[in-house]
């Protein structure tokens, strides 16, 4: 018998598609957009050069930002429609920082999205140290309107690993967004990142324990990619860095897993890198073979979501 309440099936921890079978009764999909926003770690304000992993905003999929945000969403629904001819869409604004500009400019871009008839809420990508007040105001206005969720990427808790990332905020500057996010009740999802250079599986699960202390709505658990032309790629082919193996990814996923409440939504578990631009791990394109390791590995270990959680 499965131990795990937010499960209709076999799954040990909450399922972005149970979530979304409880929300919105059926299957929804991301359309991924780019607004055409830049980043703070990109055009000096806090940083250059991005952080280490950094590959252009983690959209290698989307449309062009030259393209108008309907335009994009035609683009996204065609592609949708192969697998669902009548499907419902959370807009995704998922490359580089999607809150650093006036709120006026926000507004020329997620309104459009919003107003499309198949869009039934945004995902916006973001930084927690690009949330000042009337941009916080805005979010707000939009929560009361629509489906909401700010996607927030920690990547790790630990200041010393955000600091050899190059990631520009220390971990007080999250926290103290979560908090701002709270107050106005929007829904976050927090991104971690396991495998960053030079921490180890224990401090991968205390990021995860720490997060789960604020009752995110959400996490996504993320394996880190080596990409083409990035500075990490540059370090593991000096040798200066290394990957994690399946076996360890899968191990230190369920002792997050464990420690993160129950009712946080997992919206993933494992990622997708560009694989005409992957260098390593090349066992992550294995993704199916990922996730039922996982599944596997949790029911042999009489493991669920929450299990330590207190």
């Not at 991301?30 to 940083?47: E, I, Q």
């Not at 629509?146 to 050899?164: I, S």
Request: proline fraction near 7%.
């Amino acid at each position: 018998m499965n131990p795990f309440p937010y499960s209709l099936d076999n799954k040990r921890y909450h399922t972005l598609a149970y979530h979304n079978r409880q929300v919105y009764g059926r299957r929804i999909w991301k359309a991924v957009l780019d607004g055409g926003f830049t980043c703070p770690n990109l055009d000096g304000t806090c940083g250059k050069g991005g952080c280490i992993f950094c590959d252009g905003g983690s959209g290698y999929f989307t449309n062009a930002a030259a393209m108008p945000i309907p335009r994009q969403l035609e683009a996204e629904l065609a592609r949708i429609r192969q697998k669902d001819p009548d499907p419902r869409m959370i807009a995704y604004f998922q490359v580089h920082t999607n809150t650093y500009a006036p709120v006026e400019q926000l507004r020329q871009v997620y309104e459009p999205a919003l107003a499309h008839p198949a869009v039934v809420g945004l995902s916006i990508g973001t930084r927690p140290d690009c949330l000042p007040p009337p941009v916080l105001d805005y979010l707000e206005e939009l929560s009361r309107r629509t489906n909401l969720t700010v996607e927030l990427g920690l990547q790790t808790c630990m200041d010393d690993t955000a600091r050899r990332i190059n990631r520009g905020y220390p971990f007080s500057v999250f926290v103290r967004a979560m908090k701002e996010l709270r107050s106005r009740s929007i829904r976050t999802c927090v991104h971690l990142i396991n495998g960053l250079p030079g921490e180890s599986p224990e401090q991968m699960v205390e990021s995860a324990r720490l997060v789960g202390q604020l009752h995110p709505e959400a996490v996504k658990l993320q394996l880190l990619h080596v990409i083409r032309g990035t500075v990490l790629a540059d370090w593991y082919a000096a040798g200066a860095c290394s990957v994690m193996s399946q076996w360890d990814y899968v191990s230190v996923i369920l002792r997050q897993l464990e420690v993160l409440p129950p009712e946080t939504v997992i919206e993933r578990i494992t990622g997708d890198g560009d694989r005409k631009k992957l260098i390593a791990p090349l066992w992550s394109t294995r993704k199916i073979a990922v996730l039922s390791a996982i599944d596997k590995a949790q029911a042999q270990a009489d493991s669920w979501q929450g299990k330590l959680f207190s």
